[in-house]
């Protein structure tokens, strides 16, 4: 089973940036797997954010955060970013990453990311 852990979340201020990881376990790659990066604010529901789909790696992105952050992969497949720039309040969740392939639907823990001056 493939296990996700997400990390790089914190505290940042308004118009700042934060990069957050996924890695997967390194016996598994994730170069087959779609990925997808979500949301979830305190009393709100789950927001999907950005994603990469496979096939075609095309990355897509939420109205809210499209221009402002991007997600990628790194060369080695097992770990997928989401880089986020000129952060706002409104930002403020615990994110999540989930990989899909076939039948298989995995989630990570949750990193917090707090947007506040």
């Known amino acids: 089973q493939v296990q996700l852990v997400e990390s790089g979340g914190g505290l940042v201020q308004p118009g700042g940036s934060l990069r957050l990881s996924c890695a997967a376990d390194?016996?598994?790659?994730?170069s087959n797997w779609s990925l997808r990066w979500y949301r979830q604010a305190p009393g709100k529901e789950r927001e999907?954010?950005?994603?990469?789909?496979?096939?075609?790696?095309?990355?897509n992105y939420s109205d809210s955060v499209k221009g402002r952050f991007r997600i990628f992969r790194d060369n080695g497949k097992t770990t997928v970013y989401l880089q986020m720039n000129n952060l706002k309040v409104e930002d403020t969740a615990v994110y999540l990453c989930?990989?899909?392939?076939?039948?298989?639907?995995?989630w990570g823990q949750g990193t917090q990311v707090t947007v506040s001056s």
């Open positions: 989930n990989a899909i392939w076939a039948s298989y639907n995995i």
């Open positions: 390194s016996r598994f790659g994730l």
């Open positions: 999907w954010v950005a994603g990469i789909e496979n096939p075609g790696e095309i990355p």
